[in-house]
């Protein structure tokens, strides 16, 4: 449907997104991947780190958002600066790892130029070579490209690369909850993030996965080995047994139609969703009781029954975050290539509170996330296989009317916060409604 030539009016990104199907393209034209990356990614507000790992002057992580090389650097007044992670002279990284210290400079390994720690220029060797050149070394605005749109939201590192685009309070709206929530779960209202994070990389496009984050119709049927693999493996246990974590968190994934389909979920403005408003597979997780009493000693009985009744299972924070308030992680999705996407699995201590929380995070990632995973390796089998038949000649639309019945429900979706069923379809047309606005609009 798409050619080069063809998408640069904003009039085919229209065509490819119908109020009830999507057309293959969005999931597989690297022309509309490229498009995302200058028109959503870099002018949508993206999750680049966290604060806690950089909690010392000249602590630096680097990140890739939108394809872009940026290093997030802790100056010497606590403040965080993000800048290009790209040497003025040649282009050389100034930081190759993930993660370091640079102390007083940043020094590019390739012909040892030095910058300060907030970027501008600090030494050349042979200086004088640049003599008459209009380099002006050490001048102020002589230095690293630095990216100005960075938010320190509790801790969560958000950067928008573009110079316009929405303010992050307008664009995150009430979804800011889920991340309010996870570090209310602390009883000193603090997160650490432990280790880097588990990655995956998966061979389709990012919107296969985002869409099934939302999915509560595929547990029933895609995870039945494992679900029932974890039912046999306690099969014949006293009723009140204590069972063991994985068990625990993998038995919910057997769960009927019903179940998901009545967990309740709420979509808002700008493709964020709350999925599970009324319950959700982490609900019957065996209660902690010193931990609800450091929790009532925080906040007051009232309120920590609030913080601990949050139910959203995932809160999706379009287009690239979602985040699961219990057990406390978050998924980051890295799309790298049309059909090639990284998903990082993040656990966090939440400081103060017993280490089964963290324990909690880390058993969940790996048993449900991670590449070892007996839960995922089920979607990612469907995920790739589905990128590969989208390209077939079969039919080039992808369905996504269920629960549209209603003939005013389309219309009443855009643009609304509203509750919705959890297996209800209108979660996926909510992330598409804000995926064609964003790619439709113009500039920079
Ligand atoms: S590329 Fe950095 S000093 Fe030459
Ligand atoms: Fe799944």
Redesign the pocket.
Known sequence: MLTHASTSGASDIGALVREDRVHRDVYTSETVFALERERLFKRAWLFVGHTSQIPQPGDVLACEPAGQPVILVRQPDSGILALANR??????P?VSGEQANVARMLR??????TYRPDGTLLA??LRDGYAGTGLAAGCEGNGLVRYRHLVDYRGFLFLRLAEEGPDFHDWFGPALAALDNMVERSPQGRLEVVGPPLRHRIRCNWKIYLENINDAMHPVSAHRSAATTAKRLWAGRPEDAAKPMAIEQMLPFGGSYEFFDGMGARILPNGHSFFGTRFNIHTAYGALDAYRQAMNDAYGETRAGEILGFRSQNTILYPTLSVKSSPVAIRVLRPVAVDETILESWSFRPVGAPDTLLERALTYNRVAFSPMSVVAHDDVHLFEAMQRHLGSDANPWVDLRRDAGDPGALAGEGATDREVASGSEALMRNQFRAWQHMMRASGS
């Open positions: 040497c003025l002279h040649k282009g050389a100034l590019c390994p390739y012909h040892g130029w050349i060797p």
